[in-house]
């Protein structure tokens, strides 16, 4: 698929504008509509998730060294998921909340994907990626499940932790996962970064800067029902 092209911008506009319904309805009912609404939306993705995997091993392309869930946009889709099921788990808004409006949404901006609008992988695509994006809209911006104090150390150190696992698994499949082996092939903001490895330590430079400016953001927008915290479990 040609980044930027008619179907892209077209999966981008359909992206933000369920991510803003979903958000706007949360505002305005609470739970009432945030809790159905998030479990209907986990198993949409969830289900696309599956549907995803079954094509490419229908179609004899599911390989090691490509779908292992070693991209940390497998890893928000598959917490997105888990937190729309269980929105009281704290630490599960705040990685799908950090996680999608960093990784995902550079993947529905830059995707690498080699398919056109309607191959199933492209629909697939965009329902794991953009629905990780709402999940985060719905359960921050529009429940006001504010990460807690200490989120950013917190999701950064997971992160770096997923991170040498991908690397682990790039090692011993010969897969590129989270791109650290190269860059990939259809473009993206790493081409800015500079040559391997630079553009993993600036990557990460990077990614701190991008997780403080989205904390400061749920800071400022997240409603508080009632005039009060959500309530989160520890976990």
Request: glycine fraction near 12%.
């Given at each position: 698929m040609e980044t930027w092209s008619a179907e892209h911008l077209?999966?981008?506009a359909a992206s933000a504008a369920g991510a803003a319904v979903l958000a706007g309805l949360a505002r305005r009912h609470g739970d009432a509509f945030a809790l159905p609404a998030g479990r209907v939306l986990a198993l949409a993705i969830l289900a696309a998730y599956a549907v995803e995997h079954l094509v490419y091993a229908s179609r004899g392309r599911w390989s090691v060294e490509l779908n292992l869930?070693?991209?940390?946009?497998?890893?928000?889709?598959?917490?997105?998921?888990?937190?729309l099921w269980r929105p009281q788990s704290a630490l599960l808004v705040e990685l799908v909340y950090f996680w999608a409006l960093g990784a995902s949404l550079q993947a529905v901006l830059t995707p690498d994907l080699g398919q056109d609008f309607p191959d199933v992988l492209f629909l697939t695509y965009f329902a794991t990626h953009s629905g990780a994006i709402a999940a985060a809209c719905l359960l921050v911006l529009g429940a006001g499940r504010t990460p807690r104090r200490g989120a950013v150390p917190r999701v950064y150190a997971i992160t770096l932790g997923f991170t040498a696992l991908a690397a682990l698994g790039s090692v011993l499949t010969g897969g590129n996962y989270m791109y650290l082996r190269?860059?990939?092939?259809?473009?993206?903001?790493?081409?800015?970064?500079?040559?391997?490895?630079?553009?993993?330590?600036?990557?990460?430079?990077?990614?701190l800067l991008f997780l403080v400016v989205l904390a400061a953001c749920a800071a400022l927008?997240?409603?508080?029902?009632?005039?009060?915290?959500v309530r989160h479990d520890a976990g």
């Open positions: 077209a999966a981008l869930p070693l991209h940390l946009t497998d890893a928000v889709t598959l917490a997105a998921v888990a937190a190269h860059k990939p092939a259809h473009g993206s903001l790493l081409d800015v970064m500079g040559p391997w490895p630079v553009y993993i330590v600036v990557a990460a430079g990077v990614g927008v997240a409603p508080r029902p009632g005039g009060r915290p």
